[in-house]
């Protein structure tokens, strides 16, 4: 079964930032909207944000402003430019797919880790 492999993950400052990737395993069609979730020690995982086919984003409140997702439709990868990274950032990031429209299913990441810490 295809999965979404997520890379860019490590230590950084605060205030520091990195670029997380994510790209498929194998071959998927009709990805549909792509999205970075986080899940910090624990917590559940939630929404850091999304992005649809089309270009339209969104963001989870503590994120925006810092991050900005993008995908490159053609290779199926999403992107998450993490700028003026805080403590609190500190998390596992996952990447997941919504694919198809008719029946949709989500396809998942095993996630990277970022630790924002001095």
């Known amino acids: 079964q295809v999965q979404l492999v997520e890379s860019g993950g490590g230590l950084v400052q605060p205030g520091g930032s990195l670029r997380l990737s994510c790209v498929p395993s194998?071959?998927?069609?009709?990805?549909?909207?792509m999205g970075w979730y986080r899940q910090a020690p624990g917590k559940q995982r939630v929404l850091a944000a999304t992005i649809t086919r089309g270009g339209s984003t969104n963001y989870a409140d503590s994120v925006r402003g810092r991050f900005t997702i993008s995908r490159d439709n053609a290779n199926n990868t999403a992107y998450l430019q993490m700028l003026s990274l805080k403590p609190e950032d500190t998390a596992v990031y996952y990447c997941?797919?919504?694919?198809?429209?008719?029946?949709?299913?989500?396809?998942w990441g095993q996630g990277t880790q970022v630790t924002v810490s001095s």
């Open positions: 997941s797919a919504r694919v198809g429209t008719i029946r949709p299913y989500d396809v």
């Open positions: 194998g071959r998927i069609f009709s990805i549909e909207t």
